[in-house]
């Protein structure tokens, strides 16, 4: 529908390009992914806004610019394995789904995995997996992932992902208490691991084993 294009293309324009989302790559992606469908129908009209929207049972959609930065630090080309824990609304697996081959992603609400998968299939984006588990002890069969973006807060990476991470492979998620974290970047390399401290962010908790407990 015309009215969302225009939405999305001012979106990519003013909140991405005009800052420092410079890969032409995810710029295209944010342009091509219908957003408003991975929200509420009542929040269509703000679906391409600056900010984060609700999405049910507590959870949020993360700004869209949050989700092309998260992005451009896992510097994807094309062929990559990426897994993704807290599919939520399944906007952040589908921009991955447009940039690397194959997506894996780990929800542990059934209700926002099922809104996911639906709009997965009615788009047609087939190269995204998901499952329903407590996504911080990762999806060891698929693995190791070359990629692995976490889009909830939790008080540390949890060492199952740092071990499903490819070598060499990015890993990126926010760490640090349940009001404001700090975007975490590891890079695995030749056996090293090093950790780069990007942003300062807000995100929804990680709950889980290795996560918070509630
Ligand atoms: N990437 C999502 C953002 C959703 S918010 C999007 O694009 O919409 C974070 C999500 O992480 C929530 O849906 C929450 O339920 C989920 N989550 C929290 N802890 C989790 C865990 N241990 N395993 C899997 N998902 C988790």
């Not at 800052?19 to 269509?44: C, K, Q, S, W």
């Not at 942003?199 to 509630?214: C, Q």
Request: hydrophobic share 40%.
């Amino acid at each position: 529908m015309a009215q969302y294009g225009t939405g999305r293309e001012r979106m990519v324009q003013e909140q991405l390009r005009n800052r420092d989302i410079t890969d032409e790559r995810i710029l295209a992606a944010m342009l091509e992914v219908p957003r408003h469908l991975f929200v509420d129908d009542a929040l269509r009209g703000r679906a391409y806004g600056d900010h984060p929207l609700p999405i049910g049972a507590g959870q949020t959609i993360s700004q869209p610019y949050i989700v092309a930065y998260m992005t451009q630090a896992l510097q994807l080309t094309g062929m990559e394995k990426v897994l993704e824990i807290g599919t939520g609304s399944g906007y952040q697996a589908a921009i991955l789904s447009r940039l690397c081959g194959q997506v894996y992603t780990v929800e542990r609400i059934n209700s926002l995995l099922a809104g996911a998968r639906k709009t997965f299939d009615q788009l047609r984006y087939y190269n995204i997996r998901s499952k329903l588990d407590d996504g911080t002890i990762g999806w060891p069969e698929n693995g190791p992932y070359d990629a692995i973006i976490v889009t909830a807060g939790g008080p540390s990476i949890p060492e199952p992902l740092l071990e499903q991470l490819a070598d060499p492979g990015r890993l990126i998620m926010p760490v640090g208490n349940q009001h404001v974290q700090d975007l975490q970047l590891v890079e695995k390399r030749e056996g090293q691991v090093a950790v780069e401290t990007l942003a300062s962010v807000r995100f929804v908790d990680l709950v889980g084993e290795h996560g918070w407990s509630k």
